[in-house]
């Protein structure tokens, strides 16, 4: 099983990284396979740490795909030297335990340590999915046939348009405009 979550990691300097990225669920904790070269890949190899957010904003995930925003608030995670989104329903702290390295996405295998809950799920939204979705697209605009992208977001828009609120169409708007301003750059 993959979770969309948000990973935060820090850099050697300290300064914080905040990335979404699907977790897979292994034994004791997580998978995590980001992609070379990244901020949060650097940063996993020298902190070999990071906190595993869980959040049903869309507009975390919309905003670090599209670059809407790029300092969203932490504070210091509990047992790890990290931080955590302050926007977090839940987060859980981890450690890297073993590396396999890969030319294109490394594999790191992470054991939780530590896990809270701050606040508390009020359940499924088909716009918070849709947005997920949406922004796992545009993060792939440069290796997706532009049907394919028109045709699926045609199709999430629905859940948008029948079941988000105000900061679920606001991160569907990053979303729309990012593919448009690709395809404006793609004609030229």
């Given at each position: 099983?993959?979770?969309?979550?948000?990973?935060?990691?820090?850099?050697?300097?300290?300064?914080?990284?905040?990335?979404?990225?699907?977790?897979?669920?292994?034994?004791?904790?997580?998978?995590?396979?980001?992609?070379?070269?990244?901020?949060?890949?650097?940063?996993?190899?020298?902190?070999?740490?990071?906190?595993?957010?869980?959040?049903?904003?869309?507009?975390?995930?919309?905003?670090?795909?599209?670059?809407?925003?790029?300092?969203?608030?932490?504070?210091?995670?509990?047992?790890?030297?990290?931080?955590?989104?302050?926007?977090?329903?839940?987060?859980?702290?981890?450690?890297?335990?073993?590396?396999?390295?890969?030319?294109?996405?490394?594999?790191?295998?992470?054991?939780?340590?530590?896990?809270?809950?701050?606040?508390?799920?009020?359940?499924?939204?088909?716009?918070?999915?849709?947005?997920?979705?949406?922004?796992?697209?545009?993060?792939?605009?440069?290796?997706?046939?532009?049907?394919?992208?028109?045709?699926?977001?045609?199709?999430?828009?629905?859940?948008?348009?029948?079941?988000a609120g105000p900061a679920e169409r606001e991160a569907w708007d990053w979303l729309?405009?990012?593919?448009?301003?690709?395809?404006?750059?793609?004609?030229?």
């Amino acid at each position: 099983m993959i979770r969309e979550t948000i990973v935060t990691t820090l850099s050697p300097s300290g300064e914080p990284q905040v990335a979404p990225m699907g977790a897979s669920v292994v034994e004791g904790g997580y998978l995590l396979q980001p992609f070379r070269p990244s901020r949060t890949l650097d940063n996993l190899l020298s902190a070999r740490a990071g906190v595993v957010n869980l959040t049903d904003d869309a507009r975390i995930f919309a905003g670090c795909i599209t670059g809407r925003h790029r300092s969203w608030p932490t504070v210091p995670a509990s047992r790890i030297a990290g931080v955590r989104l302050e926007a977090a329903l839940a987060h859980e702290e981890f450690e890297v335990s073993r590396v396999e390295e890969d030319t294109v996405r490394p594999r790191f295998f992470c054991r939780v340590v530590h896990q809270e809950s701050h606040a508390p799920f009020l359940g499924l939204n088909r716009a918070v999915a849709a947005v997920v979705e949406g922004a796992i697209l545009v993060s792939r605009l440069h290796m997706l046939d532009p049907e394919r992208v028109d045709r699926e977001m045609n199709y999430l828009s629905v859940a948008v348009e029948k079941t988000a609120g105000p900061a679920e169409r606001e991160a569907w708007d990053w979303l729309c405009e990012t593919v448009a301003d690709h395809r404006a750059r793609a004609a030229s």
